[in-house]
């Protein structure tokens, strides 16, 4: 279960039938609950809590401190949830003392080879980060997202549920919930229909969410008319209020 070149820290707190393959090394202040499986050259460091059935490959890096200058030897965490698979090459940094302290990543998300989650992001479940995505400090990821090959997301930028980007993509302002995106900078493709339907969205939902998008990248509107028209909408249609309420607490701008 736990190859004996591995190296681990005696005040770690490990689940019994958690495996560390050979030559990882996992530390002083981490917690790994049970059926997590560690392959063989991971580093896991600082205060790092991972969860129930989490599968990590070869030659991660997670919990190290944070890429940032004003970083202080703070014990600021990362917690990554459960059923999460993570391959190889990614890097989890934990948070900073000038955000929440802690780097949160939820439940069933598919992380592929060479992502970078930076401090104080904040990623919900079952979201799917193509090899290479890189997020930048204090990013916010709904739940559901697809986030392509080598996208790019600038730090503070939020990310609506449902939403979707293209290989390549730049996201320098938020992207709303359920809207398609890709190119450098990002520009907005209709929304994620394919998707919305795999997850159970009824044809009406969709129409709603499309209607939507067509007041709010279509219709001329400015952009507080369109957040107005859009909260109407959202009294008919409540799928469309995630839409509305991203929208009314969006500080960085939108890409529109």
């Known amino acids: 279960m736990r190859h004996p070149a591995a190296i681990i820290h005696p005040s770690a707190k490990l689940a019994d039938d958690v495996e560390v393959g050979p030559y990882s090394i996992i530390g002083e202040h981490v917690e790994i609950a049970a059926g997590t499986w560690i392959g063989p050259h991971v580093v896991i460091e600082g205060h790092t809590r991972i969860g129930k059935a989490n599968r990590i490959f070869q030659f991660c890096s997670i919990g190290a401190?944070?890429?940032?200058k004003k970083y202080a030897g703070?014990?600021?965490?990362?917690?990554?949830?459960?059923?999460?698979?993570?391959?190889?090459?990614?890097?989890?940094?934990?948070?900073t003392a000038q955000d929440v302290g802690v780097t949160r990543i939820g439940n069933d998300n598919w992380i592929m080879a060479y992502v970078h989650v930076a401090h104080d992001c904040q990623i919900g479940s079952h979201t799917i980060m193509a090899n290479g995505a890189t997020l930048g400090g204090h990013v916010h990821v709904g739940d559901w997202v697809f986030l392509g090959g080598l996208s790019g997301v600038h730090q503070f930028v939020r990310i609506g549920a449902h939403a979707m980007t293209?290989?390549?993509?730049?996201?320098?302002?938020?992207?709303?919930?359920?809207?398609?995106?890709?190119?450098?900078?990002?520009?907005?493709?209709?929304?994620?229909?394919?998707?919305?339907?795999?997850?159970?969205?009824?044809?009406?939902?969709?129409?709603?969410i499309k209607r939507a998008y067509k007041t709010l990248y279509k219709s001329g509107l400015s952009l507080d008319d369109a957040k107005a028209a859009i909260q109407s909408l959202a009294a008919e249609h409540p799928e469309v209020q995630p839409l509305a309420d991203f929208l009314a607490a969006a500080t960085r701008g939108i890409i529109r």
Do not use: W
């Open 65 to 68: 401190i944070p890429q940032d």
């Open 74 to 95: 703070e014990p600021t965490r990362l917690e990554i949830g459960d059923n999460n698979t993570i391959r190889e090459f990614c890097t989890f940094n934990t948070g």
């Open 166 to 208: 293209g290989f390549q993509t730049r996201l320098s302002q938020d992207l709303p919930p359920y809207v398609t995106a890709a190119d450098n900078p990002a520009v907005a493709h209709g929304i994620n229909s394919e998707g919305l339907k795999r997850r159970g969205f009824s044809g009406e939902s969709i129409m709603a």
